[in-house]
């Protein structure tokens, strides 16, 4: 009987430590981690939830950009971070979901050494073509490359990016041969279809509006479950006959794996406080991405999903980083 108690009294003022823990965090400055430069999407997702954070505890959030190795870099540095809720990672699909599937060789685990937070925002994809391609429609390009097996040519971002990823995932779903042409960024990916160097690629949205308004590119469809309220005239690629294919380029908030459930609860709750504001709606609208305030439960659930359809689709496709 006196072990019971001893038992329960422990985890009691375990408990309340853990409490008395997560009121007082943080008290100092908490930095979050993301494994790409400045001026990129996880980097404008961190910087701008950083803010809020930073202004709502009264604390320094710093953004350190660990850029190199696919994500390696910054990934093990968040694994191996002490568990206290002080490193945060945001980070994106590639990180959190591709990398193992794409790498014979990753030094993390991206299920079992983070702890999914919040996701923060989505960069909707848009399937664009040159406009000179005879066709306009997402359906009108589907039929086209099925008559037309192997003539044409999609630009990406790079090997194992998700510009290359998705076009892939839309030859499997619909049994097209297109050739993959690998760039050096999306940037240049988007310059090389809007030359006509190659006929279609799957770019973000918040960065094709200048090809278009120029005449160099049409938007045939987007890579999301639902049309997007900025855009509401364009379709998705599902509506369009080309069914599950939905990617977007996300940035979430992630937490070692060990970080106490009271750290990341606060952390989750004061992030949501933000996210579901107008504020973070117009100030990610300015920046061409949607806010996606979502659950831990409901993030981690999405990741599974996630993995399991890439892990598919990068091995039927055969795409290797090497």
Partial sequence: ????????????????????????????????????????????????????????????????????????????????????????????????????????????????????????????????????????????????????????????????????????????????????????????AATAIASGEAEVGVLALSSVGPFVDSGELKILGLAREERVESHPDIPTLIESGIPNVAAGQWAALFAPAEVPDEIVEKIAADSLEFLNSEEARETFGERGAIVVPMESDELGAMLDNLREQFSTIIVDANIRAN
Avoid at 106 to 120: C, G, H, W
Avoid at 139 to 145: F, L, R, T
């Fill in 1 to 188: 009987m006196k072990h019971v108690a001893a038992v329960a009294l422990c985890a009691l003022m375990t408990s309340a430590a853990g409490l008395a823990h997560a009121q007082e965090y943080p008290d100092r400055t908490v930095t979050i981690i993301v494994p790409y430069a400045a001026g990129g999407i996880a980097d404008i997702a961190a910087r701008t939830l950083g803010e809020a954070l930073s202004e709502k505890w009264d604390q320094e959030v710093i953004v350190d950009n660990r850029t190199g190795g696919a994500g390696f870099v910054a990934a093990t540095a968040v694994a191996n971070a002490d568990p206290d809720g002080y490193t945060l990672f945001v980070s994106d699909m590639g990180v959190n979901v591709i990398n193992p599937y794409l790498f014979e060789d990753v030094p993390y685990d991206p299920a079992e050494d983070f702890r999914p937070i919040t996701m923060i925002s989505d960069t909707p994809l848009v399937l664009v073509a040159n406009s000179e391609t005879p066709f306009d429609t997402a359906a009108e390009y589907v039929e086209y490359a099925k008559t037309n097996p192997g003539e044409l040519s999609f630009g990406s971002a790079g090997i194992g990016s998700l510009n290359h990823i998705v076009p892939e995932w839309i030859n499997a779903e619909m049994g097209l041969d297109t050739a993959h042409i690998p760039y050096r960024g999306g940037a240049p």
